[in-house]
Every structure is written in C-alpha cells, then in structure tokens.
C-alpha cells in the first residue's frame, strides 16, 4: 500500500485544534514555522500501538525491557548498515537533552568545559549550564564542523587541566549539515587526542533528505568511548511521548553502567511504547515523510529566491530545518543580541518577520556565535503553509528595500 505524503493530510484548520506548543505559543493569525513540530498524522503502527495499550488499560510503569533497543538496533542495521548497535550498551532515558545531561555527568565533573560547535541547538548551552559545566564554542565554518577550530578549541581546553566533553550534533541543528564519515573520523582522532570524550545528539538521524547519508558516530573507528543518544522524536513527531536511548561504545560500557536507575522511570510508559512501534514498524511512513521533505526543501529554495531573493539558504542534507542567513536585509547585529539564550526570544529577522508578516520563526541569536541576523525555519508543514509564509516574509524584504 503506498502511504501519501504525511504533510499534505491536514488542513491548517485541523492544525489549530492541536493544542502543542507550536499552534498555541502564537495568535491564531501567525503561521508557526518554528519549534521543531510536524504537521503530521501519527504513522498508523504507532497509533495502533497506543490505542491497543489504552484498550488494555495498559498505563502503568514502563516496563524498561528490551524491545526499544531492538528495535533502534533493527532500525540502524537496516537504514544504515550499522550492525554494531548492541542492547547491552543501551539505556532508556527521559529524552535526548535529558539523557545527554546524565552522560555528561558520568564522565566531568561540575567546573569541566563542554565544547559545542556554534551556531548550535540553544538546549545544549542551557543544559550544560545548568549542570555547572563551562561551555565553550568551536564555531562552524559554512555551516560544517571546522576541524582546525576544533582542534584549537579542544588543546586550550585540555591546557584548563579539567576533563573535557564534545556534544556533537549528528546531523547539525540549525544548519542541516549530514556529517561524512572522514568527517567523523577526523573528530574521533582529535578527540582521542585531547583525550576529549565525545557525545553525539543523534535525534535527527532518520531524517536524511535525497542526496545524503547518514553516518552514526559510534560506527566510525576510533569512536568506542563516546556515546550517542537518539529516539524517534523527531521523525516521527513524538516530542510529547518521552522516551529515547543513551548507547555506549564498547570502552564506554562501564561509564554507562554507573548511570544511576532512577534516570530510567523518567521515560512515559507510552513513549517506550511509540518509539519501539515507529523503528519497528513506521519506515514506509518515514519514507512517505522524507519524500515530502525533499520536496519541501526544493520548494522552499525556490519560494525564497521568488520572494526573498536577497536572503542566503543553503540547503539542508538532513533535518526539517532551514538555517537563513537574512544579514543582506540589514539585520546584521539582531539588535545587539548574540546568544545563547531561551529558545523563545526573538530578535533581529525572527522578530521582525513576526511582527510584520505574522510567519514565527526561531530567532538565531538563541543558537550562539554565529547565529545574530539568521533564522530558522521548519518546513515540515504542508506546501500551501509553506507557500503562504515565505510570501509573507517577501512583503517585509519589499519595505526593506
């Protein structure tokens, strides 16, 4: 049976009913292009799974088994050729930021330094933060991992005298960047260097677009301390059912056995449920979906040299996510403003598209260096949505000019 493109099944008055954060953070005359939310359907594997457990009056604890890593380890032997995925180097943790605070406190301590790549996901600076660690930035250069950079940021913070950790983002949020696997394997060598310990936020893996390839940090050689975490969050659109996996490598395995059992009644009964159902049974939905991404993103390259012909895109290899440059607009400082900062603020391009176009954007100051005068855009949502607000967005660079 083929399955029709997830992102042409409801209509944007269906959408306004839901009441997520994404339809509700904004008046109903905004169209929200911003938190990473798909105007989707749930894939029918996972609703059968939830409404057979609501039948069984199946909502107790989750059970903590085995069936999620299996299926995860199914997922990535088959979309990846990755075989080395084994479920007993796994754990179940709340979500992925969650999961990544509870690695990094297994392997620093309060004080160490926690390496990020700017521009780069807010969460990672404020969880980090607020587990008392330093973070400091290994800026991107043209959206991709900068190695010298890297490598200069990795020596001055080993020279500190403390221990040192690197969230990698696999594929990159905000830019979409999908990393090679040389890519990766330089990183492995620089971090077995530096003697840095390497934890690699995976979330958006399955959602590789037409033209790449995804690679998983823990298959690339010289990897086996590091960490991944992943769950079905993101490509199948499960971010309110918590559940995802912490894996370790082979010389990681005795750092992931530390991590405290509590940290494992965190995960919703329901979202172990969801995401087991979504690796086991949802790839023809995924592959419904990433169609329509493409398509999606080829779209929007050619609405924004339409109507916003001055602003710098390019286009992403995986995620939903578009990283737009909107500096030629004169928006080159973002009213001073240089993140990180709360995903919700806005400045620059972000507030101004809201303000005059009514189309919600995430404001790139929040991303850190490098993000003052972008925006992010999410074009999981239907080709009329799409359309509708980039040509709202081409009314602001008109009175701009």
């Known amino acids: 049976m083929t399955i029709p493109n997830p ?8 959408l306004r009913q839901r009441t997520s954060m994404k339809w509700r953070a904004h008046p109903g005359d905004v169209l929200p292009l911003w938190v990473a939310e798909m105007d989707v359907p749930l894939a029918e594997p996972i609703t059968a799974a939830l409404t057979e457990a609501v039948g069984r009056g199946d909502t107790g604890y989750s059970g903590r088994g085995v069936d999620y890593a299996e299926a995860l380890a199914g997922f990535a032997a088959r ?9 007993g180097r796994t754990a179940i943790v ?15 301590e309060p004080g160490d330094t926690v390496v990020v790549n700017a ?3 807010p969460p990672f600076y404020a969880f980090a933060t607020h587990a008392d660690r330093v973070v400091v ?11 010298e950079a890297l490598a200069a940021v990795f020596a001055a913070a080993r020279e500190r005298g403390r221990r040192v950790a690197y969230l990698l983002c696999n594929p990159h949020n905000p830019t979409g960047a999908v990393h090679t696997r040389r890519e990766l394997e330089a990183v492995a060598a620089l971090a077995a260097e530096h003697r840095v310990r390497v934890i690699a936020d995976e979330i958006h893996a399955p959602l590789i677009l037409d033209g790449a390839s995804f690679t998983p940090y823990l298959s690339v050689d010289g990897a086996d301390d590091a960490f991944s975490l992943i769950s079905a969050s993101k490509a199948w659109n499960l971010a309110g059912l918590k559940a995802a996996l912490a894996i370790a490598g082979p010389a990681a395995a005795g750092d992931l056995e530390r991590m405290p059992e509590e940290v494992s009644h965190g995960p919703s009964h329901f979202g172990v449920l969801s995401h087991t159902a979504a690796f086991a049974d949802g790839g023809e939905w995924l592959d419904a979906l990433l169609v329509g991404l493409t398509e999606n993103r080829d779209l929007l390259g050619q609405l924004l040299a339409t109507h916003l012909p001055d602003v710098r895109y390019a286009p992403p290899q995986g995620t939903y996510l578009a990283w737009l440059d909107c500096r030629p607009l004169g928006f080159e400082d973002a009213e001073g ?7 919700s603020e806005l400045a ?7 303000e005059h176009s009514r189309v919600a954007l995430s404001s790139g100051h929040v991303f850190g260096s490098g993000g003052s005068g972008h925006v992010r855009l999410n074009f999981a949502t239907s080709k009329a949505i799409l359309t509708e607000a980039v040509t709202r967005m081409g009314t602001l660079e008109r009175t701009l000019r």
């Open 137 to 147: 930035e290994a800026p991107l250069t043209a959206g991709r991992i900068d190695l």
């Open 79 to 87: 979309r990846w050729g990755w075989d080395g995925l084994e479920v």
């Open 7 to 14: 992102l042409e099944q409801l209509a944007i008055d269906d």
């Open 337 to 343: 403003t240089d993140g990180p900062g709360i995903v």
């Open 94 to 108: 709340p979500d992925v930021m969650m999961g990544i605070v509870e690695v990094l406190k297994l392997v620093t």
């Open 348 to 354: 620059g391009p972000a507030k101004a598209f809201l």
């Open 119 to 121: 521009p780069v996901y």
